[in-house]
């Protein structure tokens, strides 16, 4: 199956960069450009010119590079061979386990198949797709879950190109019947071999199986119907955000190809915490020291939240380690409604290691009013 080889058109290595894909097919497009060349020339160019934009297309998208470097083509179609005269000695099913369809049994068990694939919806017409969602990571500090934050985005996504509206053609010119393969989308190709006539069928790649072509590609988007550009989106991140939302807003996202409806944007929040707390709903849950004297005698111990907050928790004389103290309305604001859960003091006791000469004096004096042996 004669295969057009893109990376030879572009006169680029296998392993080409994109930037060196994009370097060499801008440097190409600028040579061949049918504007520049006239009478026969022009031809050549115009020929030129349509297999570079091919090879670019492909080559510059990930998905569609990954496809052509392992199966030698892109498009929705699927090659594949089939013995004209019914003979099926060659073990097709093996060779082609990977690529089965519709198509294959269609064919082989002498289905008719004059046009039209299962997505035939499409063909005949440029099918429009819809954009890619996008998706970001936004970093907050862990204060401004108390108070939410407005915050502005910027980021680059395709927008519905303003030369052509989104048609991929220049305005005033149409999409035509490609001519390759008369809008069928499919190109046949009829190989005599010494075991018989083998048909090859293969995804027409002047029109990538659309069936159509643009009369005048779009010069701004190069047919897609979008162009990149820099955006940016003003985000409010709701006070009581947790770490690990997903906020998403719609139509911010990618343009559709051929006019199809934008994706969202999803910005995806990350607090950079400075406190250990936990969060168990709009509570936080966090470990409250206290000196051992302040759980026997009872007192008063103040806390600072992540946004300077004080937080003032009476202990109850008598306490005991690992107990809980509860201040109601301290904790993270509710999303929704922005009532405060509440602040929960896990005491945890603080026994020193070390003591001062007249504290121990004094406690040696407790232990023996007591009776404790020490
Ligand atoms: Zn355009
Ligand atoms: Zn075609």
Redesign the pocket.
Request: overall charge negative; glycine content about 12%.
């Given at each position: 199956m004669p295969k057009k080889d893109y990376y030879e058109i572009l006169g680029v290595p296998k392993g080409a960069s994109d930037e060196d894909i994009r370097a060499a097919y801008k440097k190409l497009v600028k040579e061949w450009h049918p504007d520049r060349h006239a009478g026969e020339d022009k031809k050549l160019a115009e020929q030129k010119f349509k297999e570079i934009q091919e090879a670019y297309e492909v080559l510059s998208d990930p998905q569609k590079r990954a496809m052509y470097d392992k199966f030698g083509y892109v498009g929705e179609g699927t090659p594949y061979s089939y013995e004209n005269n019914g003979n099926g000695g060659f073990g097709f099913e093996d060779v082609f386990r990977d690529f089965l369809n519709d198509d294959i049994f269609n064919i082989f068990f002498g289905g008719q198949r004059t046009q039209g694939r299962s997505t035939g919806a499409t063909r005949g017409h440029r099918s429009s797709r819809r954009g890619e969602d996008i998706n970001i990571n936004a970093s907050i500090d862990e204060s401004d879950v108390f108070s939410g934050k407005t915050q502005n985005i910027e980021y680059e996504r395709y927008e519905e190109c303003e030369n052509c509206h989104g048609e991929g053609v220049e305005p005033g010119s149409k999409w035509v019947t490609?001519s390759?393969?008369h809008g069928s989308?499919v190109v046949k190709e009829e190989r005599r071999t010494p075991f018989g006539v083998f048909i090859n069928q293969y995804t027409?790649d002047?029109?990538g199986g659309s069936?159509t072509?643009p009369g005048e590609v779009c010069h701004a988007c190069r047919g897609t119907g979008r162009v990149k550009r820099r955006a940016s989106a003003t985000v409010n991140i709701p006070a009581g955000v947790e770490d690990g939302a997903i906020l998403k807003f719609p139509r911010k996202g990618n343009a559709g190809t051929n006019g199809g409806e934008y994706g969202d944007l999803y910005i995806h929040v990350n607090i950079r915490k400075v406190s250990d707390y936990e969060r168990e709903g709009d509570d936080i849950i966090a470990n409250v020291h206290i000196d051992y004297i302040t759980a026997i005698l009872g007192g008063e111990v103040t806390v600072t939240l992540p946004n300077n907050e004080e937080v003032e928790i009476e202990i109850p004389a008598g306490i005991q380690p690992s107990e809980t103290v509860v201040v109601k309305g301290k904790g993270y604001p509710n999303v929704r409604n922005g009532r405060r859960g509440n602040f929960v003091a896990k005491i945890i006791v603080d026994i020193p290691r070390k003591v001062s000469s007249k504290e121990r004096e004094l406690l040696k004096e407790i232990a023996k009013m007591k009776g404790v042996k020490v």
């Amino acid at each position: 199956m004669p295969k057009k080889d893109y990376y030879e058109i572009l006169g680029v290595p296998k392993g080409a960069s994109d930037e060196d894909i994009r370097a060499a097919y801008k440097k190409l497009v600028k040579e061949w450009h049918p504007d520049r060349h006239a009478g026969e020339d022009k031809k050549l160019a115009e020929q030129k010119f349509k297999e570079i934009q091919e090879a670019y297309e492909v080559l510059s998208d990930p998905q569609k590079r990954a496809m052509y470097d392992k199966f030698g083509y892109v498009g929705e179609g699927t090659p594949y061979s089939y013995e004209n005269n019914g003979n099926g000695g060659f073990g097709f099913e093996d060779v082609f386990r990977d690529f089965l369809n519709d198509d294959i049994f269609n064919i082989f068990f002498g289905g008719q198949r004059t046009q039209g694939r299962s997505t035939g919806a499409t063909r005949g017409h440029r099918s429009s797709r819809r954009g890619e969602d996008i998706n970001i990571n936004a970093s907050i500090d862990e204060s401004d879950v108390f108070s939410g934050k407005t915050q502005n985005i910027e980021y680059e996504r395709y927008e519905e190109c303003e030369n052509c509206h989104g048609e991929g053609v220049e305005p005033g010119s149409k999409w035509v019947t490609c001519s390759k393969c008369h809008g069928s989308g499919v190109v046949k190709e009829e190989r005599r071999t010494p075991f018989g006539v083998f048909i090859n069928q293969y995804t027409c790649d002047a029109c990538g199986g659309s069936g159509t072509i643009p009369g005048e590609v779009c010069h701004a988007c190069r047919g897609t119907g979008r162009v990149k550009r820099r955006a940016s989106a003003t985000v409010n991140i709701p006070a009581g955000v947790e770490d690990g939302a997903i906020l998403k807003f719609p139509r911010k996202g990618n343009a559709g190809t051929n006019g199809g409806e934008y994706g969202d944007l999803y910005i995806h929040v990350n607090i950079r915490k400075v406190s250990d707390y936990e969060r168990e709903g709009d509570d936080i849950i966090a470990n409250v020291h206290i000196d051992y004297i302040t759980a026997i005698l009872g007192g008063e111990v103040t806390v600072t939240l992540p946004n300077n907050e004080e937080v003032e928790i009476e202990i109850p004389a008598g306490i005991q380690p690992s107990e809980t103290v509860v201040v109601k309305g301290k904790g993270y604001p509710n999303v929704r409604n922005g009532r405060r859960g509440n602040f929960v003091a896990k005491i945890i006791v603080d026994i020193p290691r070390k003591v001062s000469s007249k504290e121990r004096e004094l406690l040696k004096e407790i232990a023996k009013m007591k009776g404790v042996k020490v």
